[in-house]
């Protein structure tokens, strides 16, 4: 009885890390008309954070692609564009990355935090965090 217990008491707790935590599909929601834009799958590659657009929520929108991107990413269809790059892990923040804005192309220092279990904020910004806004994603389920 004591061994069960124990299990089902590691796999809460596993639950409980798991939902807070940055990894996983994330709806979009912009910050000047709070409209849903889009899922985002946040994850983890060789040490660091991204994340890819994985659906766009708005019809018209689908088939675009990132004609104001630069480098490697000009041109490519927003739908499967990484748009989080390069975060790392600090303290209880994200940071150390950047983030593009696929309706603009631009690219901006990147740092996301926890807001509860199912919201995170995150911050695009130039320079130091204060020059930069904010949105805040709800996990998708």
Partial sequence: MKLKTLYIFIFFISQISFSQTIFGKWKTIDDET????????????QGKIYGKIIEILESENRHRKCEKCEGED?????L?????KGLKKSGEVYAGGKITDPKNGSSYNCKISMDGKD????????????????????RHK
């Fill in 74 to 78: 000009k041109n490519k269809p927003i």
């Fill in 80 to 84: 499967g564009l990484i748009i989080i």
């Fill in 119 to 138: 919201k995170i904020i995150v911050r695009g910004f130039v320079g130091i965090s204060l020059f930069g806004r904010s949105q805040t994603w709800i």
């Fill in 34 to 45: 709070g409209k849903e834009k889009s899922i985002v799958e946040i994850f983890e590659k």
